[in-house]
């Protein structure tokens, strides 16, 4: 009988499923006659930092894609533009002229 380990150690046991995954095609998502199911994933917020918020939500939808996987359906998990985040900048980006600041001369960091 194996036994279950008392702490996860993720060396052991993602590699291989991962390669199952792999293997399987699980990653791979072309239009076909399956239902598809689509979540996209928004890009960090205009200041470029991650926080635990982003991690929380990445990983809800790998949970949500991987599930829509195992149930057959055609799962596709893709980078997108976030509106909010254009509409954030916009407004930064307004902020900065009338303090006679052009986004242009900011570095990324600066901005």
């Known amino acids: 009988m194996n ?3 008392k702490t996860y150690s993720p060396a052991d046991i993602e590699a291989k499923w991962y390669a199952y995954w792999k ?3 699980f990653f791979r998502s072309v239009p076909d006659q399956r239902e598809p199911y689509t ?9 470029g930092v991650l926080h635990m918020g982003h991690m929380l939500n990445n990983t809800i ?18 980078p ?4 909010a985040s254009i509409a954030t900048e916009a407004k930064v980006v307004a902020m900065l002229k009338e303090q006679g600041i052009n986004k242009s001369d900011l570095s990324r960091e600066e901005f």
């Open 3 to 5: 036994e279950i380990a």
């Open 23 to 25: 293997e399987n095609g």
């Open 39 to 47: 979540i996209v994933i928004p890009p960090p917020n205009v200041t």
């Open 61 to 78: 939808q790998d949970v949500l894609i991987r599930r829509a996987r195992m149930l057959g359906k055609n799962a596709c998990w893709v």
């Open 80 to 83: 997108g533009t976030d509106h």
